[in-house]
């Protein structure tokens, strides 16, 4: 219920999505919530079982309440091979929004200093130090706004040379017969036709039962439904062995994420700052989004516990923005070579150095140890293409 006698609070956290969900979070880990006053607007509160947002880490994230499935193995096929790798490091988790959403709010529930509303965020507007939320249910006043709602305003005005989507459809399916080694993931498969993009299915089993198959395209256009389900079929068939009847769909998952080399700004006005997807914390070359939030949520509640403002926060270092524009040109420009370079990601390192890198935490050595075993030339030809923006950075 939204506080009756004032408009006001501390902290308003404009959409409970993963980047909302995941700031109240690190909010209520921190006990920020006993001394400020929150507002958390969403059209809508009620937990859905929509997305299953996976990540790899070493530990560190302590979420381990909401890991619905964790994954030590992972493979990489391409051109009719297969590389698979037991994780040394790292584990490959999934967490379901459902889980994720009905554990933090039921938490944020049971405490006096948060209020809910479910309403429509229409605009965000700020006078000095004070933020506003404009919403279907009336104008809130802030002292920080934490949106992931709207885009910046700027963003029709920002630089962008590559503009791709990732998109896909992902079927949970049941089968009578075990069929799944639920240690296993597939994080690319990419034995499949590459003629509207770079396309792949991403295997996700649960139990030996049940998994979610995902047709995934990089591509500036999203295609008709049924080709993405003739797809699914397709692999299905080939993979397992089952035909429509033989299988049921459980859940049906599906997203359209942006892959662009876009430039976000921080702030939308004074003291509401852009977070999330709309915030630019989406890694363009893979759509990972999910441990980005955490870092920049931990960011966040630091600087509000210290009492100070909230600092720049950088989704990538200069170094790793340039690798995605470069990489990006590459796939929105050379299908075929995009897929080499992966093979040859997968091929040629230890997948645990894949997702350091992919996470941007590896160091400059690694990182050349890394590209000297890729085939250098498309890279020069991205690079020449791309240089007005690589100099920059922007
Ligand atoms: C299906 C899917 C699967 C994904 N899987 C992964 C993954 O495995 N790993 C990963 O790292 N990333 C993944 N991503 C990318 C990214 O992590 C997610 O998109 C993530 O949900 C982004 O978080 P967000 O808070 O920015 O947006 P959302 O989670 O979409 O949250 C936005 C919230 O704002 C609310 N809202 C929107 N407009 C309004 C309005 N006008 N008024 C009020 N409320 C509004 C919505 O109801 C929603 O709750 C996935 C994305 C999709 C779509």
Same mark, same amino acid.
């Given at each position: 219920m939204v506080n009756s006698n004032s408009n006001d609070y501390d902290i308003a956290i404009a959409g409970a999505g993963a980047a909302g969900l995941t700031l109240l979070l690190y909010i209520l880990d921190s006990g920020l919530s006993d001394k400020f006053n929150i507002l958390v607007v969403d059209k809508s509160l009620k937990p859905d079982n929509s997305k299953t947002w996976c990540f790899w880490d070493k530990g560190n994230l302590t979420i381990n309440d909401f890991i619905y499935h964790e994954w030590e193995t992972l493979t990489f096929s391409?051109?009719?091979?297969?590389?698979?790798?037991?994780?040394?490091?790292?584990?490959?988790?999934?967490?379901?929004? /459902?889980?994720?959403?009905?554990?933090?709010?039921?938490?944020?529930? /049971?405490? %006096? &200093?948060?209020?809910?509303?479910?309403a429509e965020i229409v605009d965000?507007?700020?006078?000095?130090?004070?933020?506003?939320?404009?919403?279907?249910?009336?104008?809130?006043?802030? %002292?920080?706004?934490?949106? +992931?709602?709207?885009?910046?305003?700027?963003?029709?005005?920002? %630089?962008?040379? +590559?503009?791709? /989507?990732?998109?896909?459809?992902?079927?949970e399916i049941e089968t009578d017969e075990a069929l799944f080694d639920p240690d296993t993931a597939t994080l690319m498969d990419f034995n499949t036709s590459q003629e509207n993009g770079v396309t792949f299915f991403y295997v996700l089993p649960f139990t030996k039962r049940k998994a979610l198959i995902e047709y995934t395209l990089f591509s500036g256009n999203l295609l008709d439904t049924h080709i993405y389900e003739d797809a699914l079929e397709h692999y299905i068939h080939e993979e397992f062995g089952l035909e429509r009847g033989q299988y049921t769909i459980t859940r049906v998952e599906k997203g359209a994420i942006p892959m662009e080399d876009r430039v976000y700004q921080q702030w939308y006005c004074n003291r509401v700052m852009n977070t999330g997807t709309v915030g630019g914390f989406t890694k363009p070359t893979t759509g990972y989004t999910f441990t980005r939030l955490h870092e920049m949520s931990k960011i966040i509640v630091a600087a509000l516990e210290k009492g100070g403002k909230v600092p720049h926060i950088k989704a990538s270092d200069y170094r790793f923005r340039v690798y995605d524009i470069i990489l990006l040109y590459l796939l929105k420009h050379e299908v075929d070579i995009s897929v080499k370079i992966f093979r040859d990601l997968f091929k040629k &390192? &230890?997948?645990?150095?894949?997702?350091?890198?992919?996470?941007? %935490?590896? &160091?400059?050595?690694?990182?050349?140890?890394?590209? +000297?075993? /890729?085939?250098?030339?498309?890279f020069f030809r991205s690079i020449y293409k791309m240089k007005h923006r690589i100099v920059t950075g922007a």
């Open positions: 391409a051109f009719g091979n297969t590389y698979r790798q037991q994780l040394k490091e790292y584990h490959y988790h999934c967490v379901r929004s /459902l889980d994720y959403s009905t554990k933090i709010l039921e938490r944020a529930s /049971l405490d %006096k &200093n948060i209020t809910f509303l479910e965000f507007t700020s006078n000095g130090e004070i933020a506003s939320v404009i919403t279907s249910a009336g104008t809130f006043d802030c %002292k920080w706004v934490f949106q +992931s709602v709207l885009r910046p305003r700027d963003y029709n005005d920002a %630089k962008v040379d +590559s503009s791709l /989507l990732q998109h896909f459809i992902g079927w &390192n &230890n997948f645990d150095r894949i997702l350091q890198f992919l996470d941007e %935490k590896t &160091n400059f050595f690694q990182e050349l140890s890394i590209f +000297s075993k /890729l085939s250098y030339m498309p």
